[in-house]
């Protein structure tokens, strides 16, 4: 099978890379990727020399190239990961992320549609069913809760998941969709919570948290991702949407302290900053659907995932302080330098869980669920 990869120079993609090229290899993988800011070849160089990888640097919007391209490879599967990912980013500037996130899904689908791709998959986010309230932990994104976004990012990534379920119903372009929470783990580039802590706590330098930091999201380690877009790509119903989590959601603040305690700083690192705009509160997925038609779970607990990716910050500093050091360094000036810190009191409700323990996380009840107050 040849399976084209966009995105792959970017965290996500390039833990699927990795990932492919280990579990089949007898498989083919092109990685097209842009190489933005997000996108780092250092981070590929262990499979340059498979022959049976290729990479070639492209815009997924290029529509000459990327139809040649698919001329050239006839591949049999596409693999959408290609995507400006940062909410933060969507924020300070929307066009970019309506350009690359929903033209260029366009442009792949109708590459995919002209050169008879078996099939099209494209990595969504949970994002795109906007938020959940903290105070109703019986609340879940399933594959049918509405959509109702609210940033520019989460927006475009909706807009593009319509766009596929479009193409599949108009033109029978054998698509599937998945919508993860979020991921953490090797490569993840250090403006995202997780990787940030983690460089800035090694510096000594201040954790901004975003206002009160209760703010909750649903990890996932980035190779139980992997294995799961495997999964619905093997195994998966053309048509579909599937929910990608791991019933693992922890307050930012928890994860912060954790990385604190872990890497033996002081909690007096964290600074409370002014909140992000329109900042979603809660994000908790439902994976009934992937688990029963496919048998998928998740593997790594994030105890054991957290310890793994600390430890790869630690013993790969070439990595991320090689991006630190270039235009990176305007950009969190540009985001951070403004933001005024709030009071430095500790959060009300913030009580610090045990960061040994794997957090409990309330699991859907059918019985308690009801349909979500949105939509
Ligand atoms: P990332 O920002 O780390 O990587 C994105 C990659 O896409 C980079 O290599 C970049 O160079 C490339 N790219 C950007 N614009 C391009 C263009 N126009 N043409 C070709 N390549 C381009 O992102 P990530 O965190 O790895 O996310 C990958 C995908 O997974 C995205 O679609 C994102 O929406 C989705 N997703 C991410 C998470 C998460 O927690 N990170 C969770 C769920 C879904
Ligand atoms: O849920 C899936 C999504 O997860 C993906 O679709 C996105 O591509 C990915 O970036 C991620 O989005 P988030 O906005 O949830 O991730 P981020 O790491 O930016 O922020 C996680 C939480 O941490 C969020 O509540 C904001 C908060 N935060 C973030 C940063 C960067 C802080 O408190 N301080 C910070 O400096």
Redesign the pocket.
């Known amino acids: 099978m040849t399976i084209i990869v966009?995105?792959?120079?970017?965290?996500?993609?390039?833990?699927f890379i990795y990932y492919m090229l280990d579990a089949h290899p007898e498989d083919r993988v092109i990685c097209?990727?842009?190489?933005?800011?997000?996108?780092?070849l250092s981070?590929l160089k262990d499979v340059m020399d498979n022959p049976n990888f290729r990479f070639v640097k492209?815009?997924?919007?290029?529509r000459e190239a990327i139809y040649q391209l698919f001329a050239e490879e006839k591949p049999d599967v596409v693999v959408?990961?290609?995507?400006?990912?940062?909410v933060d980013r969507s924020i300070l500037n929307p066009e970019?992320f309506l350009?690359?996130?929903v033209i260029?899904t366009a442009t792949l689908m109708d590459a995919s549609r002209k050169f008879g791709v078996k099939r099209y998959h494209?990595?969504?986010?949970?994002?795109v069913y906007g938020d959940l309230p903290l105070d109703r932990p019986d609340l879940f994104f399933t594959e049918t809760t509405p959509i109702h976004t609210s940033s520019p990012?989460s927006s475009s990534?909706a807009g593009?998941d319509l766009l596929v379920l479009a193409y599949h119903r108009t033109y029978g372009l054998p698509v599937t969709i998945?919508?993860?929470?979020?991921?953490?783990g090797p490569?993840?580039?250090p403006e995202?919570l997780i990787p940030l802590m983690i460089t800035k706590a090694l510096a000594d330098e201040p954790l901004p948290v975003y206002g009160e930091g209760i703010n909750v999201r649903d990890w996932?380690y980035?190779e139980d991702?992997c294995k799961a877009i495997d999964l619905i790509l093997r195994n998966g119903r053309v048509g579909e949407v599937y929910n990608?989590g791991g019933h693992n959601e922890m307050r930012n603040i928890d994860i912060v302290k954790m990385i604190c305690k872990a890497l033996g700083k002081p909690e007096s690192l964290i600074k409370y900053v002014e909140d992000r705009k329109g900042h979603d509160m809660r994000y908790a997925i439902d994976p009934t659907k992937i688990h029963s038609e496919l048998g998928w779970l998740p593997e790594t607990k994030f105890v054991d995932g957290i310890r793994k990716t600390i430890d790869w910050y630690l013993t790969h500093r070439e990595w991320w302080e090689e991006i630190l050091s270039g235009e990176y360094q305007a950009y969190y000036e540009k985001m951070y330098g403004a933001r005024e810190e709030l009071k430095p009191e500790a959060p009300k409700s913030d009580e610090t869980k045990n960061p040994d323990e794997t957090p409990e996380t309330p699991k859907p009840d059918d019985s308690k669920r009801e349909p979500l107050p949105i939509g």
């Open positions: 966009t995105g792959g120079a970017g965290f996500i993609g390039s833990n097209v990727d842009k190489l933005t800011y997000a996108g780092n981070t492209a815009d997924i919007c290029d959408n990961f290609a995507a400006e990912s940062h970019v350009q690359t996130n260029g494209q990595v969504s986010t949970d994002e990012y990534k593009a998945s919508r993860c929470s979020n991921n953490y490569y993840h580039f995202k996932l980035v991702h990608i």
